[in-house]
C-alpha cells in the first residue's frame, strides 16, 4: 500500500491558484509562458487576498513578475533616509536633525568592527543591548561626564528606527514579506524609573524665582510663566506680534526669517494687565525689531535696530543673495537657516540658550533643586489652567497644542462644532492668573524701573 500522503487541494482564484505546501502557502499562476511560484506565509486568508490581486491584475492585462528587493547596507539607509525627508518631503530642519542623530546611533552599531551590515540582516534585540551598554555626553560635548542613555533617549531611537524600517519596505531593501524589525521594541512602554522629573512651580516658588531675577531676565521668564510660551517663541517675538491696547500676544510663525512655530500652529494668547505693563517696559521707545534683546543691545543699538518683519525679511534676502553669488550656486536649507541666524543675531535676538542659562541661574540662586529647564513655566502655566477648572478647549488653543479634532478622542467632534470666542478665553485665562496674585503684583511692582531704564538706553 502506498504511503504517500494526499497532496492538498490547490485554490483557485479565477487564473490564479493557491495551495499549502510544507507549511506554507504559495501562490502560482503563469506570466506569458514563464511560471510565478511565490511564498506567502502561513496565513491563508493572506494567501488568498494575494490571489485575488494577481487575479485581478491579470484580468486588466500582463503582469511583470514581482521584483526582489535591492539589498543595501544600513549606512546606504540612512543616507537615502535622511535625503528623502530634506529635499522630497521637506521635513523641517530640526526635525532631519533630530532623525539624524537617533540614526546615527544605528549606523555606529552596523559599523563596528570594520564591518558595512546590510539592513536587512540586523537583529533589533542586539541593537537594543548594545543601547543599553553605551556611554553618551548629555550635551554632546566631548568633555562632558558621560553617562548611559536614559529610557526616554532609547525609546526615541527605537521609533525613529521603526520609521527608518518603514522607509525601508516602501523602498524593497528588505526581502518580500518581511516585518519591520523595530515593530515589537518601538512604542512600547519601557521603564521609564530614569527620566528626568518635571519641575512644576508652586505660588511660593514663582514669586521667589521672581524676586531673585535679574532686571534683564525677570520679563523674559515673567511673560513665560503668564503666557505658556515655549523658549524658541519668546526668542522670536517681535514688537508687532503684541496688541498691548487691546491684551493680546500672537505667536506666528516668520517663514521668510526662517521660524516657524513648533507645532505649526499660530495662535492668539490673551494678556492681563500686569503682563501687558511690563510688556510695555520691555518696548520702551522701540518700533521694531525683536521684543527681547540681548543684554549688550540694551546699551547700544544692535546692527539691524528697530527693524521690522517686512525691513528683517528685506535684509534676509539680500545676504542669500549675496552668498549665492559668493558660493555660485543656490543655497541649500542649511545656509539659508544660517543666513536667517544672523538676521536675528545682528537684530540683538536673545538665543533660547540664553533663556536656559538665565533659568538655572536664578534657579540655582534660590536653591530649587531639579529646576533645570525654562519649560517648567509651560507645565506650571498648563497646570494652573487646570487648577482653575479652564476649559479643555481653550487651553488647547492657549498653548498651541493640536486640536481634538484632528484626532480620534473624547473632545474630537466636540471641538468641531465648538468656536471659542475671544472673548471667553480672555476671561478663563485671566480668572485662572488671578489665583496668584502675588507675582502679578511682583510684575507691576518691577515695570516702573524696567520703563526707565529702557527709556535712559535708547536716549543714549
Not at 522701540?286 to 543691545?297: H, I
Amino acid at each position: 500500500m502506498s504511503r504517500r500522503r494526499k497532496r492538498a487541494a490547490r485554490k483557485r482564484v479565477g487564473r490564479v491558484s493557491y495551495y499549502l505546501h510544507h507549511g506554507s502557502w504559495y501562490v502560482y499562476y503563469r506570466s506569458g509562458t514563464r511560471p510565478v511560484r511565490t511564498r506567502i506565509g502561513q496565513n491563508e486568508a493572506e494567501a488568498a487576498r494575494v490571489a485575488a490581486e494577481r487575479n485581478a491584475e491579470m484580468a486588466r492585462g500582463p503582469i511583470a513578475i514581482a521584483p526582489t528587493f535591492e539589498p543595501v547596507t544600513i549606512a546606504e539607509l540612512r543616507h537615502c533616509f535622511l535625503d528623502y525627508h530634506e529635499h522630497v518631503l521637506g521635513s523641517s530642519l530640526a526635525t532631519v536633525n533630530r532623525y539624524r542623530t537617533a540614526t546615527e546611533y544605528l549606523a555606529t552599531f552596523a559599523s563596528e568592527g570594520g564591518r558595512a551590515l546590510p539592513s536587512h540582516l540586523l537583529v533589533a534585540d542586539d541593537f537594543l543591548r548594545w543601547l543599553r551598554r553605551i556611554r553618551v555626553a548629555p550635551n554632546g560635548h566631548p568633555s562632558s561626564c558621560r553617562r548611559p542613555l536614559r529610557e526616554g533617549g532609547i525609546q526615541f531611537v527605537l521609533n525613529t528606527c521603526r520609521t527608518l524600517y518603514q522607509y525601508a519596505l516602501k523602498r524593497r531593501h528588505l526581502p518580500p514579506y518581511a516585518q519591520n524589525p523595530f515593530s515589537d521594541l518601538a512604542g512600547r512602554k519601557l521603564c521609564d524609573d530614569d527620566a528626568k522629573p518635571i519641575f512644576v512651580f508652586d505660588e511660593v516658588t514663582e514669586h521667589r524665582f521672581f524676586e531673585a531675577a535679574d532686571d534683564w531676565g525677570f520679563p523674559i521668564h515673567f511673560i513665560a510663566a503668564k503666557t505658556g510660551l515655549r523658549s524658541g517663541e519668546s526668542a522670536h517675538l517681535l514688537i508687532e506680534d503684541l496688541d498691548l491696547q487691546r491684551g493680546w500676544l500672537t505667536v506666528c510663525g516668520k517663514p521668510e526669517l526662517g521660524w516657524r512655530v513648533k507645532t505649526r500652529r499660530e495662535r492668539n494668547v490673551p494678556l492681563v494687565t500686569e503682563v501687558v505693563n511690563v510688556l510695555k517696559g520691555v518696548v520702551g521707545v522701540r518700533t521694531g525689531g525683536p521684543l527681547f534683546l540681548r543684554p549688550r543691545f540694551q546699551l547700544e543699538p544692535a546692527p539691524l535696530s528697530n527693524f521690522c518683519r517686512e525691513h528683517l525679511a528685506v535684509a534676509c534676502r539680500e545676504r542669500a543673495s549675496a552668498l549665492e553669488n559668493e558660493f555660485g550656486r543656490a543655497l541649500s536649507r542649511q545656509d539659508v537657516a544660517r543666513v536667517a541666524a544672523k538676521v536675528w543675531c545682528d537684530a540683538g535676538a536673545i538665543d533660547a540658550d540664553d533663556i536656559r542659562r538665565s533659568f538655572i541661574r536664578i534657579a540655582t540662586a534660590i536653591g530649587l533643586v531639579g529646576a533645570s529647564c525654562p519649560k517648567s513655566w509651560r507645565h506650571t502655566f498648563a497646570t494652573l489652567l487646570q487648577d482653575a477648572n479652564v476649559d479643555p478647549l481653550i487651553r488647547q488653543i492657549t498653548m498651541g497644542h493640536t486640536p481634538a479634532g484632528d484626532r480620534k478622542g473624547a473632545l474630537a467632534m466636540t471641538a468641531v462644532y465648538t468656536h471659542t470666542r475671544p472673548e471667553t478665553q480672555k476671561r478663563e485665562i485671566e480668572r485662572a492668573l488671578r489665583l496668584w496674585p502675588n507675582s502679578l503684583g511682583l510684575g507691576e511692582s518691577r515695570t516702573g524701573n524696567a520703563g526707565e531704564q529702557a527709556a535712559v538706553h535708547h536716549a543714549e
